[in-house]
Antibody
Framework: QVQLQESGPGLVKPSETLSLTCTVS?????????WGWIRQPPGMGLEWIGS???????YYNPSLKTRVAMSVDTSKNTFSLKLNSVTAADTAVYYC????????????????WGQGTLVPVSS | QSALTQPASVSGSPGQSITISCTGT?????????VSWYQQHPGKAPKLIIY???NRPSGVSNRFSGSKSGNTASLTISGLQSEDEADYHC???????????FGGGTKVTVL
């Protein structure tokens, strides 16, 4: 059973860096899948942040590309998200998920999700 | 790139069928098979219910079905039940630099 769990600080101050880690259990992160981050501001729709493969291939949403970095730690079976220079507009529930679609490109077919973690941005 | 276009809300009575549309362009929905639908209950993570336009993951009720015509994808829920009351989101792969786009979400109400 594939399970994902987000972890990170519960509150981030404006202009600081948001850092989250997704721990994957029941499945090796080195299998041929992309792993993604998606966020949802309160009361709004879903926004794709980016997806990465353990090989190093990574795709970012162009609207966030200058502020985002994703990485994978195969020894811990985790992948991470860093979003810098945050503002109140970055307040959202952040989800990590597995992309069960293509093996050479991220497809948006997210078949397993973490429960999500709310990250408020506030001083 | 703009999000895919979904109606804000759709409603129906128990037992009826409803259809939710998701409109994009030939750079996303119209050009590729990677259209997905997600069901999201309040306070919960989204759940994949349709992938690659028409396919249902194991364990998903066959009351949910997906289709596509041109640049518009559709999700049909037949035999509407109270437990179907939720938000529904569509997504698609896109050839633009955005790679993955979502719709704005549709709230389904069971009357």
């Amino acid at each position: 059973q594939v399970q994902l769990q987000e972890s990170g600080p519960g509150l981030v101050k404006p202009s600081e860096t948001l850092s989250l880690t997704c721990t994957v259990s029941g499945f090796s992160i080195t299998n041929d899948y992309y792993w993604g981050w998606i966020r949802q501001p309160p009361g709004m729709g879903l926004e794709w942040i980016g997806s990465l493969h353990h090989s190093g291939s990574v795709y970012y949403n162009p609207s966030l590309k200058t502020r985002v970095a994703m990485s994978v730690d195969t020894s811990k079976n985790t992948f991470s998200l860093k979003l810098n220079s945050v503002t109140a507009a970055d307040t959202a529930v952040y989800y990590c998920a597995r992309d069960g679609g293509g093996t050479t490109v991220t497809t948006g077919n997210f078949d397993y999700w973490g429960q999500g973690t709310l990250v408020p941005v506030s001083s | 790139q703009s999000a895919l276009t979904q109606p804000a809300s759709v409603s129906g009575s128990p037992g009826q069928s409803i259809t939710i549309s998701c409109t994009g362009t030939n750079n996303d929905i119209g050009g590729y098979k990677y259209v997905s639908w997600y069901q999201q209950h309040p306070g919960k993570a989204p759940k994949l219910i349709i992938y690659e336009v028409t396919n249902r993951p194991s364990g998903v009720s066959n009351r949910f079905s997906g289709s596509k015509s041109g640049n518009t994808a559709s999700l049909t829920i037949s035999g509407l039940q109270s437990e179907d009351e939720a938000d529904y989101h569509c997504s698609s792969y896109t050839s633009s630099s955005t790679h993955v786009i979502f719709g704005g979400g549709t709230k389904v109400t069971v009357l």
